[in-house]
């Protein structure tokens, strides 16, 4: 929703109902085990791609739920929303923040599709070498146990219904 829709709107944000859920999915991303046991970068990068990872597993467990197909629209605007505040923080003008997150939308969704192939995949290598393209790591040998641990986020996040979701839950 834009500033002036937000500024005018007789309604409250539709984004809202789904803001538990993306503040869940940064914290995800953000769990230091994510970085020291599993070896992603601790980086910028690394931190960027550990959030794609988790909204890309996310909205995969949305999908598929035609009750809530809005949902992962409203991921994304949040998702947009954020890194384009970060993008400002850090000092980067007007003329280059559309270009930035349009590139940015580009990644997640290739990320998507690769996680979704590698997830569905009889052989793991096709999840680890997605992983490989996608996440910076701090050693090549590492992608294992991202793998292994980014299954069982997936594992835990098809166990979890979607009013759970929706609260910014997921099954343990």
Not at 19 to 46: F, I, K, N, S
Not at 48 to 65: G, H, K, Q, S, Y
Not at 90 to 96: K, L, N, R, S, V
Not at 145 to 153: C, K
Request: hydrophobic residues 40%; charged residues 30%; aromatic residues 4%.
């Amino acid at each position: 929703m834009s500033l002036l829709g937000r500024l005018f709107s007789k309604g409250p944000d539709p984004r809202e109902e789904w803001r538990a859920l993306w503040h869940r999915t940064v914290q995800e991303a953000r769990d230091p085990d994510w970085y020291r046991m599993c070896g992603v970068a601790d980086t910028q990068e690394g931190r960027f791609d550990m959030i794609t990872l988790v909204l890309a597993l996310v909205m995969m467990r949305l999908e598929n739920e035609p009750e809530v197909e809005i949902a992962t629209a409203r991921l994304t605007e949040l998702f947009v929303e954020d890194m384009e505040g970060q993008m400002r923080e850090a000092g980067i003008g007007d003329p280059t923040v559309g270009k930035k997150i349009s590139a940015l939308m580009a990644s997640l969704n290739g990320r998507i599709g690769a996680y979704r192939e590698g997830l569905g995949a009889s052989e793991r290598k096709v999840l680890i070498d997605a992983v490989r393209r996608n996440v910076t790591m701090a050693q090549e040998d590492e992608a294992e146990a991202l793998v292994q641990r980014m299954a069982s986020l997936h594992e835990r996040l098809q166990r979890t219904g979607v009013e759970t979701l929706r609260k910014g839950e997921i099954a343990a």
